[in-house]
């Protein structure tokens, strides 16, 4: 070959290397069950919100598929002798999406800013923050603290400068942190749309364009799935699984869910605002409690409308978190029973009462909720039911002054203590208590049981005492657990995805082969 063929075979190699189209950038779009109700990932402790906080912030923590908790922005940490002074090590070189950095100051603001909102009980333990230098920062807690670590996880880290100039509303529409992906668009109800940050910190991920479509209606969700209009969906219809299981390159996926569905009780207040007709609350008696959680057959509620892909029990979190009582008895069915206690308690012919549960936040919730009225009904206890979207359901039960009987679900990432905390702590006697209280569940022995759980620093010692503080409610009736989840999600096969514990579907732990 003369030297002018190769020089012109070179120039035409080189022609085709830069004529041929680049690699096509990973994409993917994920169907939701819901949309978010917040980007401002300080504003709200709920599942899908929570899920987009992982997506555009990191916290002091992160935790991994299992829950467990693991350096983020904070390489490293210690506890003083004290047990009560814990020093971060903050990662150095860390910029938000708009390029600024990443300092202590932003940290104390994101504690400051969650101290009044609803995830303050996250807050509770902390006395103080104190910004040693820029890249040092010291948490001082209340007492020993045995799940500060855990606690934290919660807390994605805001910009406090551009938060700070925003103003919060305008900050939640465009939303910035220092997490794996870019917030690029939110049309509410419609799609959030995200791009990788190609200077994460901790790499940049491998999908590059991510779109998050919220289709409420399962159905829909399913045929979405099937048509190829999305890559992933999570709460597979359980009527759709044995469908989307025989479809050929699309595949489900499952793991136990600690997603519990039950019912809060009016059980403390004289009077309730979800009862009818009465000037009084049946629900302050036990004895009528009682009969509530028995005139419930969840082995049937599984079966017939969850189709098997959920799991009865009485506990408030599943085998393996601190809380779980290993010889808690099993819920009765005993409808009969039922009808007794109510007739011993003064009620003979029943009585009326508002049911309200939510209708496509969880899992055929709205199918569930009208066998519990049926049941219920049956044994005495009259329902009428309220079906709510979950665009205003938890604003109308949360304050817990509209109802008296609540179907919904919880998922605890933690223990039993965080839980109560939460939702059955007295109202107003902990301003960082009880904020979803929603039945006023009302109990200064259990009071003082998360007390003393949140006061210790040996992780064993709370276990014993979370767990006689679970025995307590659930033999008081204080909550009727129903059934724990099973999470079901369907994927296309070039979809690589593995479930995580605490529900949240992340492209940057996927890939798309």
């Known amino acids: 070959m003369n030297r002018r063929l190769a020089a012109v075979l070179a ?23 819901s949309d978010a109700l917040f980007l401002d990932p300080s504003q709200q402790d709920e599942t899908i919100t929570n899920t987009m906080g992982r997506y555009m912030y990191d916290g002091l923590l992160n935790n991994d598929a299992q829950g467990i908790p693991s350096p983020a922005l904070a390489e490293s940490w210690s506890v003083g002798d004290d047990n009560l002074t814990w020093t971060f090590n903050l990662r150095k070189g860390v910029t938000f999406h708009d390029g600024t950095a990443f300092t202590a100051e932003d940290v104390a603001y994101t504690i400051e800013v969650c101290r009044t909102s609803l995830l303050k009980n996250f807050t509770s333990s902390i006395k103080e923050v104190q910004v040693v230098d820029p890249h040092t920062v010291k948490i001082v807690t209340n007492a020993p603290t045995a799940i500060l670590l855990e606690s934290l ?38 799609h959030i749309s995200m791009k990788a940050n190609e200077n994460y ?3 940049a991920p491998k999908i590059k364009k991510i779109t998050m479509r919220p289709i409420s209606n399962a159905a829909t969700r399913t045929a979405a799935l099937l048509t190829g209009e999305v890559d992933i969906i999570e709460d597979v219809p359980v009527r759709d699984v044995a469908k989307v299981k025989s479809t050929e390159g699309i595949e489900v996926v499952d793991r136990p869910s600690e997603r519990l569905i039950y019912l809060h009780v009016d059980s403390h207040r004289a009077k309730g605002p979800g009862i009818i007709d009465l000037d009084k609350n049946p629900l302050a008696d036990i004895r009528v409690r009682k009969a509530l959680s028995l005139a419930i057959n969840r082995d049937s509620i599984v079966k017939m409308i969850m189709n098997g892909n959920a799991y009865a029990t009485n506990q408030m979190v599943l085998k393996g978190r601190r809380g779980y ?11 009969e029973e039922a009808k007794k206690l109510l007739t011993e308690a003064g009620y003979p012919d029943g009585f009326k009462v508002y049911l309200d549960a939510p209708n496509g936040r969880y899992p055929n919730d709205g199918q569930v909720a009208q066998a519990l009225a049926s049941q219920l009904t049956k044994a005495g206890i009259l329902v009428e039911l309220r079906l709510h979207p979950k665009s205003t359901f938890f604003d109308f039960v949360r304050p817990g002054d509209k109802s008296s009987l609540v179907m919904t679900g919880w998922s605890e990432p933690i223990d039993v203590g965080e839980m109560a905390s939460v939702l059955f702590y007295t109202r107003g006697k902990n301003p960082a ?60 096969s070039s979809v690589v995805f593995e479930p995580r514990v605490d529900k949240s579907i992340l492209a940057y732990e996927m890939d798309v082969q």
């Open 11 to 33: 120039v035409l190699a080189l022609a085709l290397v830069f004529a041929a189209p680049a690699a096509a950038e990973k994409s993917i779009v994920i169907g939701l069950a």
């Open 153 to 190: 996880v919660a807390l994605r880290i805001l910009p406090k400068e551009y938060r700070t100039k925003l103003g919060e509303t305008a900050f939640n529409q465009a939303p910035m942190g220092t997490g794996p992906y870019i917030f690029e668009e939110w049309i509410k109800e419609d």
């Open 201 to 203: 910190w901790g790499g």
């Open 325 to 335: 009582v290993e010889d808690m008895p099993e819920a009765k069915y005993d409808p």
């Open 433 to 492: 208590k009880g904020g979803s209280n929603r039945g006023h569940y009302a109990n200064a022995e259990f009071d003082s049981l998360i007390d003393e759980a949140d006061g210790t620093a040996d992780p064993d010692k709370r276990r014993l005492i979370l767990e006689k503080a679970a025995r307590l409610i659930v033999e008081d009736v204080g909550i009727v657990p129903l059934y724990f989840q099973q999470d079901l999600y369907g994927k296309k």
